[in-house]
Protein backbone atom coordinates (compact mmCIF):
# COMPACT_ATOMS: atom_id res chain seq x y z
CA UNK A 1 0.00 0.00 0.00
CA UNK A 2 2.50 2.30 0.73
CA UNK A 3 3.82 2.29 -3.03
CA UNK A 4 0.74 2.70 -4.50
CA UNK A 5 -0.08 5.25 -1.96
CA UNK A 6 3.48 7.31 -3.00
CA UNK A 7 2.73 6.91 -6.80
CA UNK A 8 -0.48 9.02 -5.98
CA UNK A 9 0.98 11.29 -3.75
CA UNK A 10 3.99 11.92 -6.30
CA UNK A 11 1.63 12.41 -9.21
CA UNK A 12 -0.44 15.21 -7.00
CA UNK A 13 2.98 16.62 -6.07
CA UNK A 14 3.45 16.93 -10.03
CA UNK A 15 0.23 18.47 -10.66
CA UNK A 16 0.31 20.80 -8.64
CA UNK A 17 3.92 22.21 -8.87
CA UNK A 18 4.03 24.79 -11.64
CA UNK A 19 8.11 24.16 -11.70
CA UNK A 20 7.18 20.29 -12.31
CA UNK A 21 6.16 19.24 -16.43
CA UNK A 22 6.66 15.05 -16.19
CA UNK A 23 6.77 12.48 -13.86
CA UNK A 24 9.48 9.34 -14.61
CA UNK A 25 8.37 6.23 -11.88
CA UNK A 26 11.11 3.67 -11.41
CA UNK A 27 11.95 1.77 -8.69
CA UNK A 28 14.94 0.28 -6.80
CA UNK A 29 16.97 -2.51 -6.74
CA UNK A 30 16.00 -5.36 -8.96
CA UNK A 31 12.51 -4.51 -8.79
CA UNK A 32 10.12 -2.02 -10.46
CA UNK A 33 6.88 -2.75 -9.02
CA UNK A 34 6.03 -5.95 -8.04
CA UNK A 35 2.33 -5.67 -7.18
CA UNK A 36 0.43 -6.34 -4.31
CA UNK A 37 0.95 -9.43 -1.73
CA UNK A 38 -1.82 -11.48 -2.72
CA UNK A 39 -1.00 -14.02 -0.50
CA UNK A 40 -3.13 -15.76 1.69
CA UNK A 41 -2.86 -14.14 5.33
CA UNK A 42 -1.10 -16.34 7.33
CA UNK A 43 -2.09 -15.13 11.04
CA UNK A 44 -5.96 -13.91 11.44
CA UNK A 45 -5.24 -10.69 12.90
CA UNK A 46 -2.63 -10.02 9.96
CA UNK A 47 -3.95 -7.86 7.15
CA UNK A 48 -2.35 -8.34 3.83
CA UNK A 49 -2.46 -5.79 0.57
CA UNK A 50 -5.27 -8.12 -0.55
CA UNK A 51 -7.68 -6.81 1.81
CA UNK A 52 -6.83 -3.43 1.59
CA UNK A 53 -7.27 -2.95 -2.40
CA UNK A 54 -9.56 -0.35 -3.49
CA UNK A 55 -10.19 2.31 -5.22
CA UNK A 56 -8.66 4.85 -2.55
CA UNK A 57 -5.21 2.34 -2.58
CA UNK A 58 -4.58 1.99 -6.00
CA UNK A 59 -3.17 4.31 -8.20
CA UNK A 60 -4.81 3.48 -11.72
CA UNK A 61 -7.25 6.53 -11.38
CA UNK A 62 -4.30 8.90 -10.93
CA UNK A 63 -1.99 7.86 -13.66
CA UNK A 64 -5.33 8.29 -15.71
CA UNK A 65 -6.03 11.10 -15.41
CA UNK A 66 -2.81 12.67 -14.41
CA UNK A 67 -2.85 16.04 -16.65
CA UNK A 68 1.31 15.87 -16.81
CA UNK A 69 3.07 12.86 -18.90
CA UNK A 70 3.94 9.58 -16.78
CA UNK A 71 7.06 7.88 -17.63
CA UNK A 72 7.80 4.54 -16.40
CA UNK A 73 11.46 3.62 -16.41
CA UNK A 74 10.96 -0.13 -15.81
CA UNK A 75 14.25 -1.41 -14.31
CA UNK A 76 13.29 -4.87 -13.09
CA UNK A 77 10.73 -6.91 -11.80
CA UNK A 78 7.48 -5.82 -13.07
CA UNK A 79 3.94 -7.60 -12.83
CA UNK A 80 0.57 -7.27 -10.97
CA UNK A 81 -0.23 -4.01 -10.18
CA UNK A 82 3.06 -2.53 -11.11
CA UNK A 83 2.73 -3.71 -15.02
CA UNK A 84 -0.90 -1.75 -15.12
CA UNK A 85 1.16 1.16 -13.73
CA UNK A 86 3.65 0.34 -16.84
CA UNK A 87 1.08 0.21 -19.28
CA UNK A 88 -0.86 3.35 -18.40
CA UNK A 89 1.67 5.19 -18.00
CA UNK A 90 2.40 7.58 -21.18
CA UNK A 91 5.07 5.77 -21.99
CA UNK A 92 7.19 2.87 -20.72
CA UNK A 93 10.86 2.27 -21.64
CA UNK A 94 12.31 -1.00 -19.82
CA UNK A 95 16.16 -2.09 -19.01
CA UNK A 96 16.92 -4.68 -20.88
CA UNK A 97 17.22 -6.47 -17.28
CA UNK A 98 13.52 -6.05 -16.79
CA UNK A 99 11.24 -8.96 -16.16
CA UNK A 100 7.32 -8.98 -16.96
CA UNK A 101 4.54 -11.39 -15.80
CA UNK A 102 0.58 -11.52 -15.33
CA UNK A 103 0.67 -13.84 -12.47
CA UNK A 104 -3.03 -13.06 -11.31
CA UNK A 105 -4.01 -16.62 -12.00
CA UNK A 106 -1.16 -18.03 -10.25
CA UNK A 107 -2.24 -15.98 -7.22
CA UNK A 108 -5.87 -17.54 -7.29
CA UNK A 109 -8.45 -14.74 -9.50
CA UNK A 110 -9.03 -13.03 -11.84
CA UNK A 111 -8.84 -9.13 -13.09
CA UNK A 112 -11.32 -8.13 -15.42
CA UNK A 113 -9.64 -4.74 -15.43
CA UNK A 114 -6.27 -5.91 -15.79
CA UNK A 115 -7.52 -7.81 -18.84
CA UNK A 116 -8.96 -4.93 -20.56
CA UNK A 117 -5.85 -2.87 -20.27
CA UNK A 118 -3.49 -5.90 -21.03
CA UNK A 119 -6.10 -6.54 -24.45
CA UNK A 120 -5.70 -2.91 -25.46
CA UNK A 121 -2.32 -3.68 -25.88
CA UNK A 122 -1.29 -6.84 -27.32
CA UNK A 123 -4.89 -7.98 -28.59
CA UNK A 124 -7.02 -10.72 -27.19
CA UNK A 125 -4.55 -13.98 -28.42
CA UNK A 126 -1.66 -12.85 -26.72
CA UNK A 127 -3.68 -11.39 -23.62
CA UNK A 128 -5.13 -14.42 -23.10
CA UNK A 129 -1.62 -16.57 -23.66
CA UNK A 130 -0.10 -13.99 -21.17
CA UNK A 131 -3.08 -14.15 -18.38
CA UNK A 132 -3.78 -18.01 -18.60
CA UNK A 133 0.29 -19.00 -18.54
CA UNK A 134 1.81 -16.34 -16.54
CA UNK A 135 5.21 -16.49 -17.94
CA UNK A 136 7.94 -14.56 -17.65
CA UNK A 137 8.52 -12.13 -20.66
CA UNK A 138 12.01 -10.59 -21.01
CA UNK A 139 11.52 -6.89 -22.12
CA UNK A 140 12.83 -7.39 -25.24
CA UNK A 141 9.99 -9.56 -26.10
CA UNK A 142 7.36 -7.11 -24.30
CA UNK A 143 8.89 -4.49 -26.40
CA UNK A 144 8.57 -6.19 -29.38
CA UNK A 145 4.86 -7.17 -28.57
CA UNK A 146 3.89 -3.65 -27.50
CA UNK A 147 3.23 -4.10 -24.00
CA UNK A 148 6.64 -1.56 -23.74
CA UNK A 149 7.49 1.35 -26.24
CA UNK A 150 11.20 1.29 -25.85
CA UNK A 151 13.94 -1.10 -24.71
CA UNK A 152 17.40 0.52 -22.70
CA UNK A 153 20.75 -0.87 -21.82
CA UNK A 154 20.19 -1.42 -17.89
CA UNK A 155 22.94 1.41 -17.01
CA UNK A 156 21.27 4.01 -19.38
CA UNK A 157 17.63 3.30 -18.28
CA UNK A 158 17.51 6.47 -16.34
CA UNK A 159 19.03 8.84 -18.65
CA UNK A 160 16.28 7.29 -21.38
CA UNK A 161 13.39 8.02 -19.58
CA UNK A 162 14.56 11.57 -18.84
CA UNK A 163 15.19 11.86 -22.99
CA UNK A 164 11.78 10.72 -23.40
CA UNK A 165 10.21 12.94 -20.97
CA UNK A 166 12.00 16.14 -22.81
CA UNK A 167 11.05 14.67 -26.16
CA UNK A 168 7.24 14.63 -24.86
CA UNK A 169 7.32 18.42 -23.12
CA UNK A 170 8.77 19.75 -26.62
CA UNK A 171 5.01 19.35 -27.77
CA UNK A 172 2.24 21.72 -27.28
CA UNK A 173 0.91 21.06 -23.81
CA UNK A 174 -3.06 22.25 -24.56
CA UNK A 175 -2.62 19.54 -27.73
CA UNK A 176 -1.04 16.87 -25.46
CA UNK A 177 -3.89 17.47 -23.21
CA UNK A 178 -6.40 15.75 -25.49
CA UNK A 179 -4.38 13.15 -25.98
CA UNK A 180 -4.38 12.39 -22.86
Known sequence: ?????????????????????ALIITGTGDSFAPGGDMGKETDPGELKIGGLLGSGVLPFKAILNSTVPIISAVNGHCQGGGLVIALLSDVAVASERAKLKVPE?????????????L??????????????????????????????????????????????????????PKARLQYK
Open 1 to 21: PAMYFGIQKAIKLVTHDADLH
Open 105 to 117: LLRGFADSYYASI
Open 119 to 172: TAHVGIARARELMFTARELSAAEAVSMGLLARLSDHDSLRVHARSVAMEILKTA
